[in-house]
């Protein structure tokens, strides 16, 4: 099993650029989840989907928007890439109250 | 507003060393502590607790929750190189989405 997929590994963009992080996974699960992680922040909840056809926003949800396209896919959209949405992405699934099954991360810089 | 903090926020110590790492937390309807290592790229799990008092082992490392003092403790004894990474705390909650909030994590450096 590959467990949790995301892409691209590595981007650069410049500010207002748009990109889209893609993420599945092959467990089954039914949540699914989009991190951010900076430098003494720890992990950031930017937003979340608790079943197929629904999202909610996290705690950092600005400048973001997400798609949960069917159980497996769950994709997060920089619609004007900011300088300060430079950071490490990590999607993560997770079924029920078990533990979170993280990505391999997306590393993000804008310019 | 709920929260989870880690302390310290960096160590360095020798191999052969036993650190304890802290994690504590405030948070509305507790369900569960988890511990995830994290080297390089994502978090791996180490484990999960739901009981008070109840230690939970693997190997050198183990950790412990108190619910009534809210925190828990991560121990490593004889630690080896491989051992440097972010340590994280997160906490579950019994919310109507399955939500956990992180600390900002202990860095440990393992010197040989």
């Known amino acids: 099993n590959a467990g949790v997929t995301q892409t691209p590994k590595f981007q650069v963009l410049k500010t207002g650029q748009s990109m889209t992080l893609q993420c599945a996974q092959d467990m089954n699960h039914n949540s699914m989840y989009w991190y951010r992680q900076d430098p003494g922040m720890g992990l950031r909840l930017i937003y979340y989907s608790a079943s197929e056809g629904t999202t909610d926003k996290g705690e950092v949800p600005n400048g973001y928007n997400v798609s949960r396209l069917n159980k497996r896919e769950f994709s997060l959209r920089l619609e004007s890439a900011a300088p300060s949405q430079t950071s490490v992405y990590f999607c993560?699934?997770?079924?029920?109250?078990?533990?979170?099954?993280f990505g391999p991360g997306t590393r993000l810089t804008v310019t | 507003e709920d929260k989870v903090v880690q302390s310290p926020l960096s160590l360095v110590v020798h191999e052969g060393d036993t650190v304890t790492l802290n994690c504590s937390y405030e948070v509305t309807n507790f369900r569960s502590l988890l511990w995830y290592k994290q080297e390089k790229k994502a978090p791996t799990f180490l484990f999960m607790l739901?009981?008070?008092?109840i230690e939970k082992k693997s190997g050198r490392l183990s950790s412990i929750l108190d619910k009534k003092e809210l925190f828990s403790i991560l121990n490593i004894t004889a630690t080896q190189t491989g051992d440097s990474a972010i340590y994280l705390c997160?906490?579950?909650?019994?919310?109507?989405?399955?939500?956990?909030?992180f600390g900002t994590g202990t860095r440990l450096l393992v010197s040989p």
């Open positions: 993560a699934s997770r079924e029920g109250h078990g533990e979170q099954y």
């Open positions: 997160a906490v579950s909650m019994n919310t109507g989405f399955q939500k956990l909030v």
């Open positions: 739901t009981s008070s008092g």
